[in-house]
């Protein structure tokens, strides 16, 4: 199952007013998180004391017709950093630190039949609004890729307005960041990379894949990034291609990364995010994309990959 294909059904679901209720409302979870503890987990796996893990955050709003399924995308879309609260005790996550409206998601939260081995699903209905995260499975059993320092989620926002349904989407990462003076200074490394995102525009909302990579040469501090995102429409199913992206960067602040293309191109992007792990060994971060033909479309999303 593809990760963000969770949001994106979701919302293909509100389009066609085929949508249940299945989360309730918040569950009796307290929306406050208690001071992060002394202590600091090792990695995402098993998670064990409260933390504020660092991340960054990619949102994009926009505004879907149900009668022809079109978007329109809202400003701003933001590609900004971000914090992912973890609270020990109530097994609840929290995305702040961003413009976007925080939300407290908890095991009461949980939709069962959504979660699997690769993804953690939740869900809040409330009236004509739903809420829904979605977490990438750190750990050794997601057969999609095994992370072990960062991983990624998507927040989603909808509000059916009967001839319009509102929808906001955050893409994140987040981990156990490499401390400074743990990133190489020498050599150069491949990552396994997998990219996940949403992009919206006249013709639709698309869900998005596809091929990527990502290297690093730390001796230079610069790195490349490359992806060929597709999209795929929510409700009918046809693709899109995205363009294809190659980016070169640079290394800076000890454990942060920052690329970009030339936004003259036909489509245009941008990338930013951490190193996680001991000596870099995963890295995680989002993009931005641009419609620059004309048109008004754009999408977001995430990169997280792990050293070959």
Not at 17 to 26: N, R, T
Not at 45 to 55: A, M, T
Not at 245 to 265: L, V
Not at 274 to 284: D, M, S, V
């Amino acid at each position: 199952m593809h990760y963000q294909r969770f949001a994106a059904i979701s919302l293909g679901c509100a389009l066609l007013s085929a949508c249940g209720g299945g989360g309730g409302g918040g569950g009796g979870v307290n929306s406050t998180s208690p001071p992060p503890s002394a202590n600091a987990n090792s990695s995402l796996v098993n998670l064990q004391y409260s933390e504020d893990f660092i991340g960054r955050a990619a949102i994009i709003r926009y505004n879907v017709s149900r009668a022809t399924g079109g978007a329109t995308v809202r400003d701003p879309r933001e590609n900004l950093g971000a914090q992912i609260r973890y609270d020990a005790v109530n097994k609840t996550y929290l995305l702040a630190g961003t413009t976007y409206p925080s939300s407290t998601f908890g095991p009461a939260n949980r939709d069962a039949a959504s979660s699997g081995a690769v993804i953690t699903a939740y869900e809040k209905v409330s009236g004509n609004r739903q809420e829904n995260l979605a977490l990438f499975n750190p750990g050794p059993a997601n057969t999609e890729l095994a992370l072990t320092y960062a991983s990624y989620g998507a927040l989603q926002t909808i509000t059916d307005n009967g001839a319009t349904v509102d929808v906001a989407t955050a893409f994140f990462t987040y981990g156990v960041q490499t401390a400074a003076s743990d990133m190489p200074r020498t050599g150069s490394v491949n990552y396994r990379t997998r990219i996940d995102g949403q992009y919206a525009d006249a013709t639709g909302v698309y869900s998005v894949s596809g091929p990527s990579s990502f290297s690093a040469n730390f001796g230079a501090g610069t790195i490349a990034f490359s992806m060929d995102p597709v999209g795929q429409n929510v409700v009918t199913g046809g693709t899109k291609s995205l363009g294809s992206h190659t980016m070169t960067g640079s290394i800076a602040i000890g454990n942060q990364f920052n690329a970009s293309t030339e936004f003259s191109r036909p489509y245009g992007s941008s990338v930013a995010g951490y190193f996680y792990g001991p000596g870099a060994a995963e890295l995680g971060g989002t993009f931005l994309i641009r419609d620059n033909t004309g048109g008004s479309g754009a999408g977001a999303g995430i990169v997280v990959g792990k050293k070959n």
